[in-house]
């Protein structure tokens, strides 16, 4: 039984959203959902889903790359994926797109690194639905399982609606509506309610 309760715990949350709760200690990660691309024994990584740069946009990326941007590149969103690496980009995306160096984190969802999902995306080749990081969220060896024994975050089916969406101002709700929870009724300790 032990053997197995170590398994589901390495693997558990991959391909959920991590969602802060309302009393987060660090201001980084205060209203956030993280998808949680890897979750294992030795750590886990995910990208914050509902922080768009205000500052850079998508078509600003491709242009840096010398990547002609198309119109309807104009509406993917260039989020703050987390603290860890913020010059490096991440692209999570629907399936439908698969290239070398594409890592399937589900039937639903995959993580590209590449530049040439980029220019997939810029040619309208690219997945069906996309959203750009730059950056991402990381967790060493037992500390994301702590920081849920302590209350920080509460996990959460994911989808791809939800995920894929561009209204980022409703999805820290949405997803905590997911649970049945309104954010007023939820307290910051852990064992109360």
């Not at 914050?48 to 491709?62: A, E, H, R, S, Y």
Request: charged content about 20%; aromatic content about 6%.
């Amino acid at each position: 039984m032990a053997a197995r309760k170590s398994k589901a715990s390495s693997d558990y949350l991959t391909g959920q959203f991590l969602v802060a709760m309302p009393a987060m200690g660090d201001p980084q990660f205060e209203r956030t959902v993280i998808y949680l691309c890897h979750h294992a024994a030795e750590g886990a990584m995910g990208l914050i889903v509902n922080k768009p740069l205000t500052d850079l946009k998508f078509p600003d990326v491709l242009e840096q790359l010398k990547i002609e941007p198309t119109e309807p590149c104009d509406r993917i969103l260039v989020h703050r994926g987390g603290p860890v690496d913020r010059a490096r980009g991440f692209v999570l995306h629907s399936t439908d797109y698969d290239n070398q160096g594409t890592l399937k984190v589900n039937d639903a969802v995959a993580l590209s690194a590449t530049t040439e999902i980029l220019r997939a995306i810029a040619n309208g080749q690219g997945p069906r639905h996309s959203l750009m990081a730059l950056g991402y969220s990381g967790w060493g060896e037992g500390q994301l399982d702590n920081e849920i024994k302590q209350n920080a975050w509460l996990n959460v089916p994911a989808d791809e609606d939800l995920l894929f969406s561009i209204d980022v101002d409703k999805k820290w709700e949405r997803a905590l509506g997911k649970l049945g929870i309104s954010p007023a009724l939820l307290s910051g300790t852990a064992g109360h309610a």
